[in-house]
């Protein structure tokens, strides 16, 4: 019995993907109408995070901020109050390193442990099974879970202990915007030098300048997405979380 608490544009995906390898899945978001479809595909859709951590053997987590993940972890229906001996707790979001070691010095209270596993990887790798996930905790609870991680990734490093993945993944974080801003910068320059921009991309994307990062985004430039899968607030709260 697994469980889900966060399902936005990523949570959902990853969801779906664990409801298709067979896995039974209690789920909660805060806004109900988002998790619908699951709800079709067979979710059992819980009232708060404490149920959905009371119904599962392993529970995974995954929002926005560190604020969020308070929120679905703390109080009266958050995910430690329905955490019993031998759970396993799994967050995945991308938050604070320190907030991440006191929350799993909460659960080893509780009698159960904690992973971290915040991923590398957009929409098309949660649909695909094909994330890298950075893990940090222990290596015992690792392979408990290892062939449940499997489902949803192609790569999964084990980094050291709480927080250190974390740590790792803002640090990964952190090259991205110099990347980006460097790669609009050039296609800029090429653009009010006549070149065309779809020309100077297929230039620069073939140069030894590019990156995995630059060739994921640079269709964007051509034609935008029907919805925003990372904003630049995000990008700002890694760049802070780095600071």
């Excluded at 759970?87 to 159960?112: F, H, N, Q, W």
């Excluded at 269709?219 to 607030?233: G, H, N, Q, R, Y």
């Amino acid at each position: 019995n697994l469980g889900f608490v966060g399902l936005g544009l990523m949570g959902s995906r990853i969801a779906k993907r664990l409801l298709d390898a067979g896995h039974q899945v209690s789920g909660y978001n805060r806004t109900r109408a988002k998790a619908e479809p699951l709800i079709q595909a067979g979710m059992v859709w819980k009232q708060s995070p404490k149920e959905v951590a009371q119904a599962a053997d392993i529970v995974f987590s995954m929002v926005t901020d560190t604020a969020a993940l308070s929120s679905i972890t703390e109080g009266d229906d958050g995910i430690l109050a329905g955490l019993s001996p031998r759970k396993i707790y799994i967050d995945m979001s991308t938050v604070s390193p320190k907030a991440i070691r006191r929350l799993a010095e909460r659960v080893a209270a509780a009698g159960a442990h904690m992973l971290e596993t915040p991923v590398s990887g957009s929409l098309p790798a949660a649909e695909s099974g094909t994330l890298v996930l950075y893990v940090g905790g222990d290596a015992e609870t690792l392979e408990q879970v290892r062939p449940v991680l499997e489902q949803i990734s192609q790569k999964i490093i084990h980094v050291g202990g709480n927080g250190q993945a974390i740590a790792m993944k803002v640090a990964i974080n952190l090259n991205l915007p110099i990347q980006l801003l460097s790669l609009f910068e050039a296609v800029l320059l090429a653009e009010r030098s006549g070149v065309p921009r779809a020309e100077a991309l297929d230039a620069l994307l073939s140069s030894v300048g590019a990156s995995p990062a630059m060739k994921y985004r640079a269709p964007f430039m051509l034609k935008m997405p029907d919805e925003v899968w990372f904003s630049t607030e995000m990008m700002k709260k890694d760049i802070q979380l780095a600071l």
